[in-house]
Every structure is written in C-alpha cells, then in structure tokens.
C-alpha cells in the first residue's frame, strides 16, 4: 500500500502517466487537423492558407495536412512548400491517410514529419506532363531534367531539414535512382545507396534484384543525375548536407538488407517501409489516437469553405471551356439575331462566372479582365458608332477571345501547367467559334442575314439584288416607308412593315417595341430606322411623302 501511495503521488492519474509518456519535442495541446483532398492546385493553396490564419488565432500549437490526393499542379505545389517551410510560424506534420502521390508526397515530405494510416502509401512523384482528353504526353530527356530539378532541389532541401535520407527522396522523383538499403551492423541506423556508393564500399557492383523486365542491367557507373542538374540541385540548397561519405574502411560497420528500387522504377512506400526507412515516425488510424499521440487536450478539423469549393468547380478546365462556349456562342448568336436577349443574357452570366470565380480567391489577373471589357468595349462601338467600319470589331473580337483564353491561365507563363491551359483555352475558343458560327449562320437565314458580316462585306452590285433565296419572296422596303419595332431595338432587332418583319437597327440608340419607326435607308442588309411620334398609332404602315 505505501509503495502504491508512493507512486500515486510521484505520477498522479493514469491520464498524468499518459501524457508523461509523449516525449517534450511530439507535444501539443492544440492540435489542428486539416483535410488536403483530391488534386494539388492554386484553390488548395488559398485554402491552406486561410486555414492556417484561421488556426493561428483560435490558439493551435500543431497543424497536421491530412492527405489524401493523387498529385497537383507542380508550381501550387512548390508554393505549398515554401508556404510551410517559411511562413506558417507553427510546427507541421503531415497525415497520410490513406494516400499521398505525386505532389502530395512532395508536400508531406515538407512537414517536419510523417505519420501514416494503416494502408497508407506515398510516393511515385516524377514530374509528368498531362493534357485533358489526350492523357499523359512523353516529355524529352531536356524538359524532363529542366522539370526535375526544382523537384530535386525541393526533396533534397526537405531531407535536410527533416532527418530523411537524401538518395531515397530522391529516388520518389527521378528514375535514375536505383538504390540498396544498407543497415549498420549494430542495427542503429540503416543508409540509402547508389551503385557508385556501394561499389565504392565494398568493392564490387551490387546485386541487382529490381531490374528492368526480366534482364536487369548491369549497374551505372555514371551518376544518378547529369551534371547540370546535379550542380543545380547542389546551389538550391541552404542547409549543408550531413549525409555520411562511406568508402572501404566502413565497409564491415555495414550489411546489405536488399535493393529497395529498381534504375526504372520510382519509390513508393507503404506505412511498413515507411517506418523502416525513416519517411514516417507512426501509423494512426483514427483522431483519438492522433490525440493520443501528441498528448492534445483538443482537435479541431479545418476544411474547404463553400467559396473554395465553389470557386474549384468553376475554374476546373472543363468548366471553364464550358463557360468560354456559353460566352462565345451566346455572342455569336446575340449579334445574328439581335433583340432577343436570351443568348445575350446566357453570355453575361456565364462571362461573369468565368472571370469572377478566379476573383473570389485572388487568382484572377487584371490583365484578362481589362482585354475582355476592352474587346466589348470595341465591339459596342463597332455596333453603335462606326457600322460598316470593320476595324474596331475585328480588333474588339481579337481582344475579347485572347481575354477569354487569359482568364483559364493561372500558372506562371512559360511553366508546362501555363502551355496546358492556354492549350485548352485555344481550343475550347475554337470549338465555340465554330459551334457560335453555326448557330449564328442558323439564326440568320431565317432573320435577314448576319448583319456583322453583312457590315464587313459591303454590297457593290447595282440594279440587282443580293438576297439569300429563302428572302426572294420578301418585299423589300424604301427610304421613308413607316412601320413599327416588332422587337426591342438594342440597337438591332426586328421592326414590321406592312406585315413583314425585317432587320433593322436603330440609329439613336435603344428603341422600345412597339414603337412607330421611319426608314432612312437599306445599308449591309439592314433597314437603318428612326423612332418617330407624329404618326398615327392605328392603320396600315405608309409612305412619307417628300
């Protein structure tokens, strides 16, 4: 009984024993959680952001990324990076639960350290290049070094910082990193190596275990990485590497445990390898046991706003060509068959969304605006004050289209991320060009013509008459014939006359339908119109006399 006593006193409650149980440096009271899922991308980026301010405040002393994503756009990922590395001002952990590939590796290897779900898996994080609806595209040995590199020097920087071997993280980027795991004799440490390294230690090339297909190579005596890259990797880095040079004197301080990755092969490790090779301190499963492990009195989770979430939607590139369509086509249409505001309206709406959900995060560029409400701008002119010029409408077009694909760029110009989206903008603004250009040509035949193309390509023929053959039978109207707007002039639309509709264009700016209007004159296939209010309201349409 007095030993009991003893102890009770000594350690208190069993939830005193506990939390003496988590080491100083693992400890905190406050923990964090927030849930990174599916791509890697600028949105993610925002979030992680705004969730750290928002932990910050409410007190945490420990962010922990749940991960669970196959990968991302490199740069949003580099950022990420940096993001944790310099300007969180908090201690980070990543939670591999259940997956982290690609960009996701890249990103939890930046945290000051790894924990794993059972059933976790992390790695395969070699840049590739991918186009929606073609797939992955193979990239020349030059590109791919000039992508590595950043990549390399990122793992490399992360290792350094964070206790991990340098050849292993480097060998989830590059495939030239074929490695044996070496364990000290004592069993108190265990080294990644190349086949230079271990040649070098014991004298003899390694064995080959993991080769390519069935007739495994022999081992490189080249280096892992070519010069260049190697010497860019080497002046990237901050932190001076610790990593041991072993040569024949170490070698019976050293047993080989096997080959860990083949030359063409990239490392994934489950949460088993994970914890033999350093890449994860534990395996948890659930929040309580992720309590458990940092001794926290209170977990909080942080997730995706509806903003972001939304926002993500609308500048998927899907999405984003769908919106460019609906822009491109509905103009197209509105200037075919004006006045009747259906397309036009479609265009506004999706013009808005388009240029306005990159806003809401602080994605958008004034640059893309600006081009798209110049290219209107002049377009507006073209339709109200210069009919017939050309010029202002060519260029407005040109302005509206470039602004359009400009708003899908979100990566830095020249990066592989940038050529993808300006490829999918040019082609989605092709596609719609082509289906608006359709849609317009439907709508003109069976309203008067394409009054725009009409403008450009002025009528030279005299005494004859260039009327499409579903028009033939259309009586045509004269300077100063009286009719009234069948529609809203805005300023183009349609106006009737003696019980035939035509295109027409207002010449003072908007008129409302039903209005009385007088013809001053035919001009690129339109009647050009004015409101007059002296006529009677009542009574056929007739002739002004002069």
């Not at 310099?86 to 290897?109: D, H, K, N």
């Not at 060009?433 to 450009?456: E, I, K, P, V, Y």
Request: glycine share 10%; proline share 5%; hydrophobic share 45%.
């Amino acid at each position: 009984m007095a030993i009991c006593m003893s102890a009770h006193a000594c350690w208190g409650t069993p939830a005193a024993w506990q939390e003496q149980a988590v080491p100083p440096g693992r400890r905190a009271d406050h923990v964090a959680v927030m849930e990174i899922e599916g791509p890697i991308d600028s949105i993610t980026k925002q979030a992680l952001q705004r969730m750290t301010s928002e932990a910050v405040e409410e007190g945490a002393d420990l962010i922990v990324l749940e991960l669970d994503t196959p990968g991302g756009d490199l740069e949003a990922t580099l950022e990420i990076c940096n993001f944790i590395k310099q300007e969180t001002g908090i201690r980070t952990r990543a939670w591999v639960r259940p997956e982290a590939y690609s960009a996701g590796a890249i990103i939890a290897l930046a945290t000051e350290g790894v924990i794993m779900a059972p059933g976790g898996r992390m790695g395969d994080a070699a840049p590739i290049r991918g186009v929606p609806v073609a797939g992955m595209l193979q990239m020349p040995a030059t590109e791919r070094a000039k992508i590595e590199a950043p990549v390399l020097a990122e793992v490399v920087d992360s290792a350094r910082r964070n206790g991990y071997d340098e050849k292993l993280v480097q060998s989830m980027v590059s495939v030239r990193f074929a490695l044996w795991e070496l364990e000290a004799v004592d069993g108190s440490r265990r080294i990644f190596v190349d086949a230079n390294e271990y040649k070098r230690i014991f004298g003899s090339a390694p064995p080959i275990d993991l080769g390519r297909g069935e007739s495994p190579s022999v081992p490189s005596e080249e280096p892992p990485l070519a010069g260049e890259t190697r010497q860019e990797v080497t002046l990237l880095q901050d932190i001076t590497s610790e990593r041991p040079r072993l040569g024949p004197e170490d070698a019976d301080q050293w047993r080989l445990r096997g080959q860990v990755i083949g030359e063409e092969g990239l490392l994934v490790a489950n949460e088993t390898d994970a914890l033999r090779m350093g890449l994860s301190n534990a395996t948890i499963a659930d929040d309580d046991e992720l309590k458990r492990h940092f001794g926290a009195s209170r977990l909080v989770r942080h997730r995706e706003n509806w903003i972001e979430s939304t926002t993500r939607f609308l500048t998927s590139w899907p999405i984003q060509a769908i919106l460019i369509g609906i822009v491109v086509i509905g103009f197209l249409i509105e200037i075919a068959a004006p006045g009747t505001s259906i397309f036009g309206g479609a265009a506004l709406l999706a013009l808005a969304l388009l240029v306005g959900a990159p806003m809401l995060v602080g994605l958008g560029e004034w640059w893309d605006v600006m081009l798209i409400l110049g290219g209107l701008t002049l377009v507006g002119v073209e339709i109200v004050l210069m009919p017939g010029v050309g010029i202002a409408g060519i260029i407005g077009t040109t302005s509206l289209m470039v602004g359009l694909v400009g708003v899908m760029v979100t990566a830095d110009m020249g990066t592989p991320e940038a050529n993808n989206q300006i490829t999918i903008g040019v082609l989605a603004v092709i596609a719609s060009l082509l289906l608006g250009g359709t849609g317009a040509w439907w709508f003109s035949r069976r309203s008067g013509g394409f009054w725009l193309f009409n403008r450009l390509v002025l009528d030279t023929q005299t005494g004859t008459t260039t009327d499409a053959p579903d028009k033939a039978d259309t009586p045509s109207a004269n300077t100063g014939d009286i009719g009234h707007a069948a529609t809203n002039l805005r300023p183009g639309g349609r106006i009737e006359i003696e019980n035939t509709l035509h295109a027409a264009r207002s010449t003072t700016g908007w008129i409302d339908a039903g209005t009385r209007v007088r013809v001053l004159r035919e001009f690129g296939g339109e009647l050009e119109v004015e409101p007059i209010e002296d006529v009677p309201s009542e009574g056929p349409a007739r002739k002004e006399t002069r």
